[in-house]
């Protein structure tokens, strides 16, 4: 789903990082402090600034490796726990883009 040396734990002090793995869509953002960054999950197919908040879900951790490695982790407890739902995401992804 994502490999941790390609988000650079310093790097999300500047700006965020995004990504998507079978219709779940990823996004963290690095707190005000700079101490500590919150990784959200929505399903597909909008970008995270058009995606209803009712529709993310959050959690956040400490700019550390430790904190990436557990954000990481919880990413693919959320995957594993909503697949279905991720999958009719990116299955019906296709179909809210061609119905216009």
């Known amino acids: 789903m994502i490999d941790k040396r390609l988000v650079p734990v310093n790097g ?3 700006e965020p990082f995004s990504g998507c793995h079978h219709g779940m869509r990823y996004y963290f953002l690095c707190d005000d402090s700079k ?3 919150t990784a959200f999950v929505y399903p597909e ?3 995270f600034e058009q995606t209803p908040d009712a529709e993310k879900t959050s959690a956040s951790f400490p700019i550390s490796e430790e904190g990436m ?3 990481i ?3 693919f407890e959320q995957y594993e ?6 999958h009719a995401a990116d ?3 296709m179909h809210i883009v061609n119905d216009k």
């Open 12 to 14: 999300l002090k500047k």
């Open 91 to 93: 299955h019906d992804c």
């Open 69 to 71: 490695d557990d954000a």
């Open 81 to 86: 726990a909503n697949k279905e739902k991720w």
């Open 35 to 37: 101490e500590s960054f």
């Open 73 to 75: 982790a919880w990413l």
């Open 45 to 47: 197919p909008w970008c």
